[in-house]
């Protein structure tokens, strides 16, 4: 790698990490991969690069905002912030402020690296000071995406605090969900830390949904446990030996009301059913009820992005559901109701939108 350069990589479920190079940035700019695939620096995961002086030349008038758009989407969906949607008059003031906010998060990470292990030591320690607990937490939330710090982590005792903090009620309940995003983020990075989803701390992430009183709370548990057993039989099998699938349609059925935390739930849902053909995974995680819940938070979504993930998981979830798990009739009212919404967006974008549509309502086009 160039000298001046630092480097930054995120890790995406079914992606190698990269390092990008100043020509991918580049691409950003010009629509062009740099070299590298699709996006900002090809394949599928999602990386950034921060120059030796900690800042990117840019024009804005020169830079490519949908691609960048398209970049922050393959984020996994707990680390990704609030994304503006495409047809929202600011949204390219919205997306450069993200951009810019991402850049310095990632710059300061990664001057840390340099002696990581003491960083690491004192971040453990300091989940046991409660003034230090919060930052403490955002720090790791993100560090431990890495797959030699987490097992650093894990090496140098930092579970058990970690984990303790995911149930201390003496701490918010922000600061007790972002526990267990981290340690969810921990276990995703690879099949040698599957285990690490272990019975206490399936617990933890149980007894945050179940008590979570505030929206992002249940929806970073709901990332955490997302995290744990996407991919991971161990974990699967821990979170059903605990009631854990009866607690997700607990859930549901007391968030059913939020389009956010219902997008989020279905969407594990999809997953896990794409995931796994287990007999007794499929009948906890499919069924009429979930097409249901998806279909009701269609009908209340106004944010395309937001149809976009309902729909794509209700085409998994209808697959598991008694005559797709809606009348007919029903469904094409709450997807023709969602095609009004989507006049005003691009072109291509619409397009991908109405094409799913389609798929979704399957044989009831045209019924």
Known sequence: METGQRWAKIAVEGDEDLITTKEQ???????????????????????????????????????????????????????????????????????????????????????????????????????????????????LAYLLSDIDIARDFYILNGWSPLLHASQDTSVTESDRAVAVMAMGTAVRNNVEFYHWADEDTMNAVLTNMMLAKEQGAVVKALGGLGSMIRGNDIGREVWRDIGGEEGVKDIAIKWGHDVRVITRLVTLASDVLNDSSDPLTVSSWGGNDWCGWTVGAMRKADDAGAQEKLMKAFKILKTHCEDGGVEKTKLKGVVGKMRKGWKKLDDEYKKELDKLADEVLGDAVGA
């Not at 010009?30 to 900002?40: N, V």
């Not at 905002?65 to 609030?82: A, Q, S, V």
């Not at 690296?113 to 937490?137: F, G, Q, R, Y």
């Open 25 to 139: 940035v580049e691409g950003m700019r010009t629509g062009s991969s740099g070299g590298g695939g699709r996006g900002a620096g090809g394949g599928g995961s999602t990386a950034m690069i921060v120059g030796g002086d900690g800042e990117i030349d840019e024009e804005d008038d020169k830079f490519d905002y949908d691609l960048m758009y398209r970049t922050y989407e393959r984020i996994p969906e707990k680390d990704r912030p609030d994304l503006p949607d495409r047809s929202d008059p600011k949204f390219k003031v919205v997306m450069r402020e993200l951009w810019d906010k991402r850049q310095a998060q990632l710059k300061s990470a990664m001057e840390k690296m340099a002696d990581m292990p003491t960083v690491l030591e004192s971040l453990i320690k300091s989940l046991t000071v409660p003034e230090e607990l919060s930052l403490a937490l955002e720090e």
